[in-house]
């Protein structure tokens, strides 16, 4: 990448870091459920941003697809995981989860993580990182169709999980 090996390369990999940290964090927070995978999913973006076998090609996809490429797939790789050696769900309350300051915020975070994986990234880049549909159809290598029907089937999921969770508390 051009603006990485260049002239200023350290304030340019800065600038970049700054600019798409905080998205991709939430992005890989709210797949994985652990504030410590984010991270490390995160640093795993950048790092493959400086690898000298980056397969970045800004013809290709903007860097921003590019990065949600990779936090989607490093994140998915640490649930596959945590699942082969059996570790608690990724709804289950750790310290992580404590982040979330309200009873809404928790409810809400906890049933997007009972999505079913692809309706869950799907919202998730749509409701919270304010991704274009579109482009979330080219990061996900899917129809603009397709990714309609996983957003309505994900609203609707979640409107019949929220709606049981508030009966339960009546």
């Known amino acids: 990448m051009e603006l990485v090996n260049g002239k200023g390369r350290e ?10 940290h905080g998205a991709l964090f939430r992005f890989a927070f709210r797949l994985t459920g652990s504030a ?16 000298p076998t980056c397969a970045f090609v800004p013809a290709r996809a903007p860097l921003r697809t590019w ?13 596959r995981r945590r699942e082969s050696v059996g570790a608690e769900a990724a709804g289950t309350l750790t310290p992580e989860t404590e982040l979330l300051r309200t009873e809404l915020s928790e409810l809400v975070g906890h049933a997007v993580l009972q999505l079913p994986e692809k309706q869950r ?20 290598e899917i129809d603009l169709g397709a990714v309609k029907s996983r957003l309505q089937r994900a609203r609707a999921a979640l409107k019949e999980s929220l709606a049981a969770c508030r009966s339960e508390k009546k």
């Open 11 to 20: 304030k340019a990999f800065l600038q970049l870091f700054d600019e798409h």
């Open 36 to 51: 410590a995978d984010a991270e490390d999913v995160v640093q795993e973006c950048f790092l493959e941003l400086v690898r």
């Open 67 to 79: 990065l949600f490429g990779i936090a989607r797939n490093q994140s998915l790789k640490r649930l």
């Open 121 to 140: 990234e799907v919202l998730v880049l749509a409701h919270y990182e304010k991704m274009p549909l579109a482009e979330i159809a080219a990061l996900l």
